[in-house]
């Protein structure tokens, strides 16, 4: 029989299974102790090919797209094979029957896949390949599965004999099912078995005869009895926590991708789920939300505007694709976080797109999430369409310079002047691969051709001119220094008030800076000149205003709880009022634009001089000196 075996690779096995009669053929490898049955489609069955690896004792089911990789300890391939050649032809009822589930547990990354020993790699060359585990089950919960429903099954050995309560695993049936013959008999005796086998999605749950015993001792999971459909079933596998997915873009760049699901609803809104991605190389924050009907389905020929995309400055609104179930992505999301391995770029297909704007929406038609989201930017109704752009275009930070500013507009010292510069900036998602292959996700590249526009600031170069190149910047970004896109977004979110700490001695250390200082003294002359030669009205906002103390005017001071923010406000009223005078033009002084008037800060605890210098036993000089001279102008 053993050379037999090493000559014969093909065995064929003619099945008569009600009423239809088809060939099973097998192919045993003698050198790497494996076995590959070939089961073509019958009945209710699409075409399934198994991989049986005796050396390493796990199979792989290949069927619609997918490889399902499970491990069994030990397999006698060798028998199997020799008790196939033995049967020639046979009918259903000469086997017993056995039913397993296969739950699905964890992705398959492409740098696993390249490790994976044996021929399984080979095997699923063009599939994408999921870890299972493997449970026999009865024939009526079999069955169940294979009629929709959800059904429990037995799962964690964990009983507490007191309270009566349990975990068991609540299952529902996404497919592929398959059925093979010549699997080893659970009875023992050979290979007589028939194997039906049934693709799963479980969570593990309570069961309970004792009330209140889930709740006391498994806090954390649905009740078994409770979840009755679908839809509470993926309630429970999705949950309400945050999930987290790395992947790598083609630059090398690892980005982190999150996923929310609101499961049961538990604001009353209609279930949605939520991807985020941060900002990375040229690529903007990016936010996906997906969601259903309020009845539960996700497509509906009247369900419209139920997906978001939301980057930059604007909410894109568009209909859910009908190839696209949020569902499907999100456990696909929670089988990537468990196979815990970074998607590279084989585990990707790229789609670039742009986002065409049709119009305006109402926001408050929209998903209350959305709604929250979108509720300080523009919203639009958009479609998506393929983009005329390449992945390494839009990922590629390009500069436009020189728009011009109006006249109005435009302020420059002797040193530097403004320019508006530009760049248009797409987003990028992960989400499920819709169709069949290696790939798990498509990497969702998207671009509305909006540019983003910043102010920048540019030397003038001219001799002898002061403060010098960049200095005269302050506020602004020297247009010279914007190379990149982390640049760019710094500089588009740098605030246009520089506040600058003082120490006790800031006079002498030059705390502020000639220009900062210069401006500072010259608001606070301008606002006394305009209101009399006097700070008293300002002074007033600290006691004039009702507030904490009802009708009556007042400050709060010494233990009072509203001291420190009525105070805050005092602060942010006066640097208000600073800001808002003109640092002006004298015959000694230019005009200084980029650097606003602001109130200075400092901290008592440690002089400005970091931890361990000790804290401050006077005012700043600043602040106490009767007297200040002008560093630029030269005005007391």
Request: proline share 6%.
């Given at each position: 029989?053993?050379?037999?075996?090493?000559?014969?690779?093909?065995?064929?096995?003619?099945?008569?299974?009600?009423?239809?009669?088809?060939?099973?053929?097998?192919?045993?490898?003698?050198?790497?102790?494996?076995?590959?049955?070939?089961?073509?489609?019958?009945?209710?069955?699409?075409?399934?090919?198994?991989?049986?690896?005796?050396?390493?004792?796990?199979?792989?089911?290949?069927?619609?797209?997918?490889?399902?990789?499970?491990?069994?300890?030990?397999?006698?391939?060798?028998?199997?094979?020799?008790?196939?050649?033995?049967?020639?032809?046979?009918?259903?009822?000469?086997?017993?029957?056995?039913?397993?589930?296969?739950?699905?547990?964890?992705?398959?990354?492409?740098?696993?896949?390249?490790?994976?020993?044996?021929?399984?790699?080979?095997?699923?060359?063009?599939?994408?390949?999921?870890?299972?585990?493997?449970?026999?089950?009865?024939?009526?919960?079999?069955?169940?599965?294979?009629?929709?429903?959800?059904?429990?099954?037995?799962?964690?050995?964990?009983?507490?004999?007191?309270?009566?309560?349990?975990?068991?695993?609540?299952?529902?049936?996404?497919?592929?099912?398959?059925?093979?013959?010549?699997?080893?008999?659970?009875?023992?005796?050979?290979?007589?078995?028939?194997?039906?086998?049934?693709?799963?999605?479980?969570?593990?749950?309570?069961?309970?005869?004792?009330?209140?015993?889930?709740r006391k001792m498994f806090p954390d999971f649905c009740i078994c009895q409770d979840i009755t459909h679908k839809n509470q079933l993926m309630d429970c596998i999705l949950g309400n926590t945050t999930h987290e997915i790395d992947y790598q873009d083609p630059s090398g760049t690892v980005v982190s991708q999150t996923m929310n699901f609101n499961a049961f609803n538990p604001e009353g809104n209609p279930r949605a789920l939520k991807l985020q991605v941060h900002a990375h190389d040229n690529f903007q924050d990016m936010t996906m939300i997906m969601h259903a009907a309020a009845s539960g389905y996700w497509h509906h020929a009247t369900l419209k505007n139920n997906m978001l995309l939301k980057f930059g400055a604007r909410?894109?609104?568009?209909?859910?694709?009908?190839?696209?179930?949020?569902?499907?992505?999100?456990?696909?999301?929670?089988?990537?976080?468990?196979?815990?391995?970074?998607?590279?770029?084989?585990?990707?297909?790229?789609?670039?797109?742009?986002?065409?704007?049709?119009?305006?929406?109402?926001?408050?038609?929209?998903?209350?999430?959305?709604?929250?989201?979108?509720?300080?930017?523009?919203?639009?109704?958009?479609?998506?369409?393929?983009?005329?752009?390449?992945?390494?275009?839009?990922?590629?930070?390009?500069?436009?310079?020189?728009?011009?500013?109006?006249?109005?507009?435009?302020?420059?010292?002797?040193?530097?002047?403004?320019?508006?510069?530009?760049?248009?900036?797409?987003?990028?998602?992960?989400?499920?691969?819709?169709?069949?292959?290696?790939?798990?996700?498509?990497?969702?590249?998207?671009?509305?051709?909006?540019?983003?526009?910043?102010?920048?600031?540019?030397?003038?170069?001219?001799?002898?001119?002061?403060?010098?190149?960049?200095?005269?910047?302050?506020?602004?970004?020297?247009?010279?220094?914007?190379?990149?896109?982390?640049?760019?977004?710094?500089?588009?979110?740098?605030?246009?008030?520089?506040?600058?700490?003082?120490?006790?001695?800031?006079?002498?250390?030059?705390?502020?800076?000639?220009?900062?200082?210069?401006?500072?003294?010259?608001?606070?002359?301008?606002?006394?000149?305009?209101?009399?030669?006097?700070?008293?009205?300002?002074?007033?906002?600290?006691?004039?205003?009702?507030?904490?103390?009802?009708?009556?005017?007042?400050?709060?001071?010494?233990?009072?709880?509203?001291?420190?923010?009525?105070?805050?406000?005092?602060?942010?009223?006066?640097?208000?009022?600073?800001?808002?005078?003109?640092?002006?033009?004298?015959?000694?002084?230019?005009?200084?634009?980029?650097?606003?008037?602001?109130?200075?800060?400092?901290?008592?605890?440690?002089?400005?001089?970091?931890?361990?210098?000790?804290?401050?036993?006077?005012?700043?000089?600043?602040?106490?000196?009767?007297?200040?001279?002008?560093?630029?102008?030269?005005?007391?």
């Amino acid at each position: 029989m053993e050379s037999y075996l090493r000559e014969l690779t093909l065995l064929g096995l003619k099945i008569t299974e009600n009423g239809t009669t088809f060939v099973e053929t097998s192919s045993y490898n003698p050198a790497t102790n494996t076995l590959t049955v070939n089961v073509p489609p019958h009945n209710k069955y699409g075409k399934t090919d198994f991989l049986l690896d005796g050396n390493l004792g796990q199979t792989v089911m290949k069927s619609n797209g997918l490889c399902l990789l499970s491990s069994h300890g030990k397999l006698d391939v060798r028998e199997m094979a020799e008790k196939l050649q033995q049967m020639e032809k046979a009918e259903e009822d000469e086997f017993s029957t056995e039913y397993v589930v296969k739950i699905r547990k964890s992705r398959v990354g492409n740098q696993e896949r390249e490790k994976l020993m044996g021929e399984a790699n080979e095997f699923c060359k063009e599939e994408g390949i999921i870890r299972t585990e493997d449970k026999s089950v009865g024939k009526e919960v079999f069955e169940g599965l294979a009629g929709g429903k959800v059904v429990t099954i037995d799962g964690t050995d964990y009983v507490n004999s007191e309270d009566q309560c349990w975990l068991k695993e609540a299952c529902t049936n996404p497919g592929p099912n398959a059925c093979g013959y010549g699997w080893p008999n659970p009875a023992g005796g050979g290979i007589s078995a028939h194997q039906l086998s049934a693709t799963v999605v479980c969570v593990e749950c309570c069961v309970e005869t004792s009330p209140g015993c889930c709740r006391k001792m498994f806090p954390d999971f649905c009740i078994c009895q409770d979840i009755t459909h679908k839809n509470q079933l993926m309630d429970c596998i999705l949950g309400n926590t945050t999930h987290e997915i790395d992947y790598q873009d083609p630059s090398g760049t690892v980005v982190s991708q999150t996923m929310n699901f609101n499961a049961f609803n538990p604001e009353g809104n209609p279930r949605a789920l939520k991807l985020q991605v941060h900002a990375h190389d040229n690529f903007q924050d990016m936010t996906m939300i997906m969601h259903a009907a309020a009845s539960g389905y996700w497509h509906h020929a009247t369900l419209k505007n139920n997906m978001l995309l939301k980057f930059g400055a604007r909410c894109h609104i568009l209909d859910l694709p009908s190839d696209v179930f949020p569902i499907d992505i999100g456990v696909n999301f929670l089988e990537t976080e468990s196979g815990n391995f970074i998607l590279n770029q084989d585990d990707q297909i790229i789609s670039t797109n742009t986002l065409i704007v049709d119009g305006t929406i109402e926001l408050g038609t929209l998903h209350p999430d959305i709604q929250k989201l979108c509720a300080a930017s523009e919203v639009v109704r958009s479609r998506m369409v393929p983009a005329n752009q390449t992945y390494m275009e839009v990922s590629t930070f390009k500069l436009t310079p020189g728009k011009e500013i109006a006249p109005s507009g435009l302020m420059m010292t002797s040193c530097c002047s403004q320019q508006v510069v530009s760049t248009i900036t797409g987003a990028c998602i992960q989400w499920t691969n819709p169709v069949t292959g290696t790939a798990i996700h498509v990497h969702l590249v998207v671009t509305d051709d909006v540019e983003t526009d910043l102010t920048c600031c540019i030397n003038n170069a001219n001799p002898g001119c002061t403060p010098l190149y960049p200095d005269c910047c302050a506020c602004h970004c020297p247009c010279a220094d914007i190379t990149s896109p982390s640049i760019f977004r710094e500089c588009l979110s740098r605030p246009l008030v520089l506040r600058k700490p003082l120490t006790q001695d800031s006079v002498l250390n030059n705390d502020l800076g000639a220009l900062h200082t210069s401006n500072l003294l010259r608001a606070m002359a301008n606002l006394k000149a305009a209101n009399g030669g006097s700070l008293g009205y300002i002074a007033h906002y600290h006691g004039d205003a009702n507030g904490p103390c009802g009708a009556n005017p007042c400050g709060p001071n010494g233990n009072s709880l509203e001291f420190l923010p009525w105070n805050r406000l005092y602060s942010v009223q006066m640097d208000t009022e600073i800001r808002t005078q003109a640092t002006g033009v004298t015959s000694k002084t230019p005009t200084q634009p980029f650097t606003p008037a602001t109130l200075p800060y400092w901290d008592w605890t440690t002089n400005g001089a970091g931890a361990g210098s000790g804290p401050m036993t006077a005012l700043p000089d600043l602040v106490s000196t009767p007297t200040i001279i002008d560093p630029i102008g030269g005005l007391v």
